[in-house]
C-alpha cells in the first residue's frame, strides 16, 4: 500500500477499484479492502469501487487468492462506507452484458452527484430486464447458484 500511498497527491481525487479483479482474478483481501479505504478517508478521496463480479469468483489454482470470499469494501467501516461508492452489474453477473442492468449504492452526500450525472447521461434498461434481474436475485440466493456456478465453473 506504500506504493498506493506515494502516488496519491493534492490532484488526486479518487481511487478506482475492480475487485474481483477483471480479468486477472485477484480477489483483494479485507486487510487490502481496509488499508485501500483507510488511505481514502486519511486524505479525503473517493473509492469508486467497482464490484460488478462480485458473485463470479471462481476457485483457482493458478491465481493467487482468487478462491477468497469476497468482501464489499464499504460494508468494512462507516468511515470507509462514507467515502465509497460501490458500483454493481446485474447484467454481467447473468451473462446479459447488452441489458446494462444495474446500480450504484453510497451515502446520500456521494449519490447526489451520481443521480444528477445519471440524469442527464444515462439511458435507462427496459422494465422487463428490471424485472428480470430482480427475480433472478431473489432466485440465485434461493437455489444457492452463487456456489454451484462457482463450483462448477461454468458461466
Not at 18 to 33: D, I, Q, S, Y
Not at 62 to 83: C, L, M
Request: some cysteine.
Amino acid at each position: 500500500m506504500a506504493e498506493l500511498e506515494d502516488a496519491i497527491n493534492e490532484r488526486t481525487k479518487m481511487i478506482y477499484l475492480n475487485n474481483p479483479h477483471n480479468p486477472l482474478g485477484k480477489v483483494f483481501t479485507r486487510a487490502e479492502l481496509t488499508a485501500i479505504g483507510n488511505l481514502c478517508v486519511t486524505y479525503g478521496l473517493v473509492l469508486v469501487s467497482d464490484e460488478v463480479y462480485e458473485r463470479i469468483v471462481f476457485p483457482s489454482h493458478s491465481v493467487p487468492n482468487a478462491d477468497a470470499v469476497h468482501t464489499r469494501v464499504a460494508s468494512i467501516s462507516p468511515e470507509i462506507f462514507a467515502h465509497t461508492l460501490t458500483v454493481v452489474s446485474l447484467a454481467k453477473l447473468f451473462n446479459a452484458t447488452g441489458w446494462r442492468v444495474g446500480f450504484v449504492i453510497g451515502c446520500e452526500v456521494l449519490m447526489r452527484p451520481v443521480i444528477a450525472t445519471h440524469l442527464v447521461l444515462a439511458y435507462s434498461s427496459s422494465g422487463p430486464a428490471q424485472e428480470a434481474c430482480a427475480v433472478g436475485l431473489r432466485e440465485a440466493e434461493r437455489l444457492d447458484w452463487w456456489s454451484i456456478n462457482a463450483r462448477d465453473g461454468k458461466f
